[in-house]
């Protein structure tokens, strides 16, 4: 190779090498675009709305929520995968979205490979809300009702593979029970034909049934968590109701695409941290039901690792 080649090859190489740690400096210089995977109004975009307001005021910069639902959340993950590993483009998503749907569907991503983990957000206990005309007021009425009509009650969910679904087929595994599922685009939907009685049940975060739980158009009959919650007081847990060995929990964290900068990782997490600890924002979530996350991408890795 020529002396002049050789030159211009080893300038290219420094310069590409250089221009990350520079364009993590430089973070943010334009708008970061938060990929929420389901439609407006559920219990993940609320979540994700509160957060990136408060982002956007610490970065001084704009950060957007942009709702991408579809195939179960896979489509929203899927343009986050692809998308240029900058910091401009970042994923809200849940235990349902990107921990179970590869479980169950083939998707176009690897939840290990293809993102990388910036902030857990919130954890939630998932509650077990039926529809008011559902004559069962306790885990053990649910169980002899569904026995007694094998197929006839039905299940709500956000979609297949998603935390609802699984967490409803492994209460008929426990419970001996064949209630039918029903997969949903999103939760505010699957809510809205519970509340209607279209469906008889469904597991759901406690931030996404609160609001109709205190209006009484649906009940909650026990919690999938392993320990009763303040957020639904008064309900006890399906442990405590007849099956000791059932647990189902969510949470929601942010993420990036693979191979994000440390240095952005780092100035998300550390800007994220702070906001999860103000006092708003702790009575948001609060009243939203959700347990504060850490923020930080060491929990959030860790819950997917499980």
Do not use: C
């Not at 509650?127 to 885990?139: D, F, G, H, I, Y």
């Not at 990782?265 to 996350?293: T, Y």
């Amino acid at each position: 190779m020529p002396i002049f080649a050789f030159t211009h090859v080893a300038a290219a190489a420094l310069i590409a090498l250089g221009a990350a740690p520079l364009a993590a400096q430089d973070y943010p210089a334009k708008t970061i675009r938060v990929v929420v995977p389901f439609p407006p109004g559920g219990g993940t975009d609320v979540v994700a709305r509160v957060v990136v307001q408060k982002l956007s005021e610490a970065l001084k910069n704009p950060v957007i929520v942009d709702n991408v639902a579809g195939a179960s959340g896979s489509i929203g993950h899927e343009a986050v995968a692809r998308a240029a590993a900058d910091g401009y483009t970042l994923l809200m998503a849940t235990a349902s979205t990107i921990a179970t749907n590869p479980l169950v569907s083939k998707v176009p991503w690897d939840p290990l490979k293809d993102f990388t983990p910036i902030a857990m957000i919130v954890v939630d206990p998932m509650p077990l809300v039926v529809t008011p005309s559902l004559p069962a007021k306790n885990v053990k009425e649910l169980i002899a009702l569904a026995k007694q009509k094998p197929g006839a009650l039905t299940m709500a969910s956000f979609g297949t593979g998603s935390v609802p679904h699984l967490a409803g087929e492994l209460f008929n595994v426990h419970a001996g029970t064949k209630m039918l599922h029903v997969p949903y685009k999103g939760g505010a939907q699957a809510m809205s034909d519970l509340i209607a009685g279209h469906v008889s049940l469904m597991f759901n975060s406690v931030g996404a049934v609160r609001g109709p739980l205190a209006a009484g158009k649906i009940r909650a009959i026990a919690l999938g968590a392993p320990q009763r919650s303040s957020a639904v007081a008064g309900v006890p847990t399906i442990k405590e109701s007849g099956l000791p060995d059932f647990e189902a929990t969510s949470w929601i964290g942010l993420y990036g695409p693979a191979k994000l900068a440390q240095p952005i990782v780092a100035r998300l997490s550390k800007e994220i941290a702070a906001i999860l600890k103000l006092p708003d924002v702790k009575e948001r979530m609060a009243k939203l039901g959700s347990d504060i996350g850490s923020g930080t991408p060491e929990e959030l890795a860790g819950y997917l690792d499980r």
